[in-house]
């Protein structure tokens, strides 16, 4: 059988993740049996083949979807399409916002927030979407019309790049010449929300093709104040002949999401839909440019690379408890401060008597202090934390695949080269203020600019004023031999040198206290695997692969115990950090019950060296990076999936144990294990092997059936269950709730979700839809974490709670939780023409 060498190479690419991630084993077995064979495309970090290869191609753990699947799931974006339908991920909903998840995928973690140690890497046609600052991944400017196809790759395969510990996910997107037309979708639902998207495809016999779509969505939340606005847009215009096929893709998005976070257990068991402190918006704006392009130059030889840019504006506005007034004394003013209260004019305050029974929201001390210069740090029990994030990366990448026949054997060679340059800037200042009966702050004119002394003679100073600028060169190939009809060898391997470079504005020139610092990281990372498919239909594959991620401007500046920070506020420099390295064993098996479904079985352990944790000092976000010796990901994963007459149904079952696998102490003052000096002080906690990481479930099980109706009507129904996770801050297992100063258990409780939706095709042309979210509207939470809390059980604000001990004041700690949306229904209308 001849093949084209596009073909060829797409085959070498299938089987470099047959032999590295779990593919079946030759080209003669399994793209050679089909005329849709994938294409190549070319990435800042490496050539990634389509979804639509043929499902045999690819074994157990590569999971794959298209368009019209993503469509069928009623998804809202791609996060709930990831959390309903592959297997091994999770989402925990810490930010509380649909659009703002943290994304899981064997415990590794691909996240909007600063601070989650981040180990999943996301392309969009082949641009590395990982920003620059933190590694974050927002979810909410990636527009989930466009996606034509989505690939999950797993394990720590080094041809994809830095961040790649766990896995990586590969977004295709759509074209004129896949998705010719135009369709207009309106949704509706639950929480007055309404959106609307558009899309239009088309391709003419001169090679031109185009594609766009826009996407409007507004929501009020369900949660007290978290609305969402979303605005984004995208567009392609693309050329291509016989031989060479070249794009150019533009996105924007500019979109406000607020999400409101974990709420304390006494006050989520009181109003499930309550708040802890608001507000928590955040303002992303980004637009990216990515020009792809591919000719074969031969039979033999196929060159292809990519240009991309982007920049990306992100603004932030926390209303938060300053923890420093948890141990004062904040209720009756004294006689100077009332002086000062009459002379500016304020009346109302207290004269005496003024405590914790009588005054549920204290505010007087709070501005007496402004006025007087003095202790707003301590008497303010309310700040306003703001940020402004300016990221800007660039890059580019070229590539060569060629074929040749050595000794007997066929080999698919791919090599290449890529480079990536970001420069981000990070401001942010804290304003004091006081707490709300609605949970809100009232902000009062004084700041942490330094101008003010605590009781231990430090300033109190919350500001940062940080550049970065990072850079990124690698070389990377990969040869795959298909040694006979049944057995593929792959050996890969990728070099990535990079530099971080961190300037501090308000600190500058190194030494204590300032964020200058010069780091330099370089690693070659291999990958060896091997493919085996019987002729009876079954095949097996074995990998090892390795994987590295550098620590990234925000690590390295948050990095020492002695001076936490509240991300994504405040930080410190010093000590330096490791980059991280990954080491991935695969192995497992694939078959086919007769013609009605597929089933693979596969085991994995990935171990984490110096491993990045972030160590929480408290629930309103302190705490700092710092490198842990060993973590380990370890599990199995069974699944099965296929169609019987109208029905279609697929299973997927995890079994993951994600541990610690060193020694270490951290902070743990929410911690009832710690070793304070009394309940509710200040202490640390001993984290031995084998201990579990927080926000890793132990078991994972998906199930969905679809029913078709004819061409008229399809209904379906999934569910998703997750056993309990322990609660960051409980790192070492050990918190039991017990006395005043320890609430809740330091975990949370398993649960089980169903969610159902159809669709009717009313004409050609108009179909409608619905779902229904949490179908039994069942009450869950799938984070949650330790920490302080400022509130008494009725929801009044609590300072020193209990009393003194050696003249500290201890704190009542309590377990928060992110709480799981209650049940909601919405509704659509598609009319394509």
């Keep these: 059988m001849k093949l084209t060498l596009l073909a060829a190479a797409a085959m070498a690419l299938c089987q470099a993740h047959a032999a590295d991630l779990g593919a079946d084993a030759s080209p003669a077995a399994n793209l050679a049996t089909s005329g849709d064979l994938p294409t190549v495309i070319i990435t800042g970090s490496m050539p990634l083949p389509t979804v639509e290869q043929p499902r045999d191609a690819i074994a157990a753990p590569v999971q794959t979807a298209g ?35 943290d994304v899981s995928y064997r415990g590794y973690t691909a996240s909007p927030l600063l601070g989650t140690p981040q180990g999943l890497s996301v392309y969009l ?71 609307v998207e558009v899309e239009h495809g088309g391709s003419n016999a001169q090679g031109w093709h185009w594609y766009v779509t826009g996407n409007r969505f507004k ?54 839909r309550s708040v802890y402190t608001k507000p928590d918006l955040t303002e992303n704006k980004s637009t990216l440019l990515n020009v792809t392009g591919k000719h074969q130059a031969g039979a033999a030889l196929l060159l292809s690379g990519n240009v991309y840019y982007r920049k990306i504006d992100t603004h932030t506005l926390n209303g938060d408890l300053n923890d420093e007034s948890l141990d004062q004394s904040v209720y009756q003013p004294g006689a100077a401060e009332r002086a000062a209260l009459a002379a500016a004019g304020y009346t109302g305050f207290p004269a005496s008597g003024a405590n914790a029974s009588n005054t549920p929201f204290p505010k007087w001390r709070c501005i007496a202090n402004v006025l007087l210069h003095d202790e707003p740090a301590e008497k303010c029990n309310g700040m306003l934390n703001r940020s402004h994030t300016e990221q800007e990366n660039h890059g580019f990448s070229g590539q060569l695949t060629a074929l040749a026949d050595v000794a007997g054997a066929r080999h698919a060679v791919t090599a290449g080269a890529a480079f990536d340059a970001s420069h981000a800037t990070f401001r942010q200042t804290s304003q004091f203020g006081y707490l709300n009966p609605d949970r809100s702050i009232t902000p009062v004119d004084f700041f942490a600019d330094g101008t003010e002394i605590d009781d231990d003679g430090t300033p109190v100073d919350n500001r940062v004023d940080l550049s970065g600028r990072m850079r990124t060169w690698s070389v990377y190939a990969s040869d795959s031999m298909a040694l006979n009809q049944a057995l593929t060898v792959t050996v890969s391997g990728r070099y990535n040198r990079s530099t971080v470079r961190n300037r501090d504005a308000i600190t500058p020139g190194g030494g204590s206290g300032s964020l200058d610092g010069d780091h330099r990281f370089s690693r070659f990372n291999p990958a060896i695997g091997l493919a085996y498919a019987s002729a009876a239909g079954m095949s097996a594959y074995l990998g090892y692969n390795e994987g590295s991620r550098t620590p990234t401007a925000i690590e390295l500046g948050c990095a020492d115990p002695e001076n936490p920070c ?91 144990q994600a541990t610690y696998q060193s020694r270490e102490t951290v902070n743990g003052s929410a911690n009832s294990s710690s070793d304070a000096q009394a309940p509710g002080l200040e202490g640390n906690i001993l984290i031995t092997p084998g201990k579990r990481i927080p926000l890793t479930p132990s078991h994972i099980f998906k199930a969905h059936v679809e029913y078709e109706g004819g061409r008229d009507w399809t209904v379906g129904l999934a569910m998703t269950a997750v056993s309990s996770a322990y609660a960051r801050g409980n790192e070492n297992n050990a918190h039991e709730a017990g006395g005043p100063s320890y609430l809740g258990p330091g975990k949370s409780a398993g649960y089980a979700v169903v969610e159902l939706n159809g669709r009717y095709q009313l004409t050609r042309q108009l179909s409608v839809f619905a779902q229904v979210n949490n179908l039994f509207d069942r009450k869950y939470t799938t984070a949650a974490q330790l920490g302080a809390t400022g509130f008494d059980a009725n929801g009044n604000f609590a300072a020193r709670p209990l009393p003194a001990v050696s003249g500290a004041y201890p704190m009542v700690n309590a377990t928060f939780y992110a709480p799981g949306a209650p049940r909601s229904v919405n509704v659509g209308v598609r009319y394509a023409f």
């Design 219 to 272: 929501e009020d939340g369900w949660r007290d104040d978290s609305p969402s606005d979303v605005r984004q847009l995208f567009g392609k215009l693309g050329w291509s002949d016989a031989r060479t096929d070249i794009a150019v893709t533009v996105a924007h998005a500019d979109n406000a999401l607020t999400g409101n976070g974990l709420q304390e257990q006494r006050l989520l068991a009181r109003d499930y």
């Design 566 to 656: 509240r991300l994504p506020n405040a930080m410190a420099g010093d000590p330096p950090l490791k980059q991280v390295v990954t080491k991935t064993w695969e192995a497992g098996v694939r078959g086919q019950f007769a013609s009605v479904a597929r089933w693979s079985a596969g085991v994995f352990r990935a171990e984490n060296h110096d491993d990045i944790l972030f160590v929480a000092d408290n629930q309103a976000g302190f705490g700092y990076f710092k490198n842990f010796g060993k973590t380990r990901h370890q599990g199995v994963e069974l699944a099965a999936d296929g169609k019987a007459g109208a029905l279609d149904f697929g299973l997927n079952y995890t079994w993951l």
């Design 67 to 101: 368009a019209q699947q993503i469509a069928r799931s009623g998804a809202l974006d791609l996060s709930a399409f990831l959390r309903r339908n592959l297997g091994s991920v999770v989402v925990n909903e810490v930010q509380n916002n649909p659009f703002q998840p």
């Design 125 to 195: 046609d082949g641009m590395r979407l990982n920003q620059p600052f933190g590694d974050v991944v927002s979810w909410d400017l990636i527009p989930r019309m466009a996606i034509e196809s989505l690939t999950l790759m797993p394990g720590s395969n080094p041809l994809f790049g830095l961040n790649t510990l766990g896995g990586a996910l590969a977004l295709q997107t759509k074209d004129g010449r896949s998705s010719p037309g135009t369709a207009i979708e309106a949704r509706l639902g639950a929480d007055r929300r309404r959106g």
